[in-house]
């Protein structure tokens, strides 16, 4: 039987895995919302498919993973609560089903440079049109999967914070960070402006807790009925 302490030098080794392959997909993505002020965007997108395609997968790949993080940690997080555990799983589903769907939104912008690129392709400013709508329409999902995200995290922050299997201060931090999170992309829905600041700290709380799983792991002492 795994002690607490493996357990959670195994979740820390699969959220160094996320950050492996979520950073890099964020590299290949190469949209922006401010790809409409060149004519040819558009042709751009379809000279980068390739590596757009590699994020995708690697996008999908990092919420999966997460995905596989609430199913291994399910019996534990049952064991102290039902509802959390069913709350933590479901929420990564939901989030793994919008990442599916804005990676498809990503899809058909592709499909759809390719044939801005066709000689003598005509309705050229329809197209253009069609693939902001199409950028626009990742971006508002990407908003909403870091929503689910900042939800799921708030749950298994306050697991952590209840039971004790990580010292209190750094469970608080983490709903804390993650708090900002959620709040920084409501703002985003509501199209207003906000500092990165308030996505870059959570990145900085991820190391210092992800460092401390894989040198600590949890707490074999936790009181898990706190």
Same mark, same amino acid.
Not at 30 to 41: A, H, K, R
């Given at each position: 039987?795994?002690?607490?302490?493996?357990?959670?030098?195994?979740?820390?080794?699969?959220?160094?895995?996320?950050?492996?392959?979520?950073?890099?997909?964020?590299?290949?993505?190469?949209?922006? #919302?401010?790809?409409?002020?060149?004519?040819?965007?558009?042709?751009?997108?379809?000279?980068? +498919?390739?590596?757009?395609?590699?994020?995708?997968?690697?996008?999908?790949?990092?919420?999966?993973?997460?995905?596989?993080?609430?199913?291994?940690?399910?019996?534990?997080?049952?064991?102290?609560?039902?509802?959390?555990?069913?709350? *933590?799983?479901?929420?990564?589903?939901?989030? $793994?089903?919008?990442?599916?769907?804005?990676?498809?939104?990503?899809?058909?912008?592709?499909?759809?440079?390719?044939?801005?690129?066709?000689?003598? +392709? #005509?309705?050229?400013?329809?197209?253009?049109?069609?693939?902001?709508?199409?950028?626009?329409?990742?971006?508002?999902?990407?908003?909403? +999967?870091?929503?689910?995200?900042?939800?799921?995290?708030?749950?298994?922050?306050?697991?952590? *914070?209840?039971?004790?299997?990580?010292?209190?201060?750094?469970? $608080?931090?983490?709903?804390?960070?993650?708090?900002?999170?959620?709040?920084?992309?409501?703002?985003?829905?509501?199209?207003?402006?906000?500092?990165?600041?308030?996505?870059?700290?959570? &990145?900085?709380?991820?190391?210092? *807790?992800? &460092?401390?799983?894989?040198?600590?792991?949890?707490?074999?002492?936790?009181?898990?009925?706190?």
């Amino acid at each position: 039987m795994k002690t607490n302490q493996q357990t959670g030098r195994i979740v820390g080794a699969l959220l160094l895995l996320i950050m492996a392959v979520g950073i890099p997909s964020l590299n290949l993505r190469g949209l922006s #919302t401010s790809m409409g002020e060149d004519l040819n965007f558009l042709e751009y997108i379809h000279q980068n +498919a390739l590596g757009m395609r590699f994020g995708m997968v690697l996008d999908i790949t990092a919420s999966a993973l997460w995905l596989f993080i609430s199913i291994y940690l399910f019996p534990k997080i049952k064991a102290y609560s039902s509802g959390l555990a069913l709350a *933590f799983f479901g929420l990564w589903v939901i989030n $793994l089903g919008i990442i599916i769907y804005s990676n498809i939104s990503h899809l058909s912008l592709i499909s759809l440079s390719g044939e801005f690129v066709k000689p003598g +392709a #005509t309705n050229l400013d329809t197209l253009r049109t069609l693939g902001l709508l199409k950028i626009e329409d990742y971006f508002w999902s990407h908003f909403m +999967a870091l929503i689910t995200y900042a939800m799921a995290a708030f749950v298994f922050y306050y697991f952590l *914070f209840r039971t004790k299997l990580v010292p209190k201060l750094l469970a $608080l931090w983490g709903m804390i960070a993650i708090s900002l999170v959620f709040m920084a992309s409501w703002v985003n829905i509501f199209d207003l402006d906000i500092s990165f600041h308030f996505y870059s700290q959570n &990145g900085i709380f991820m190391i210092v *807790f992800m &460092g401390w799983l894989i040198a600590k792991g949890f707490s074999d002492s936790a009181i898990q009925n706190s």
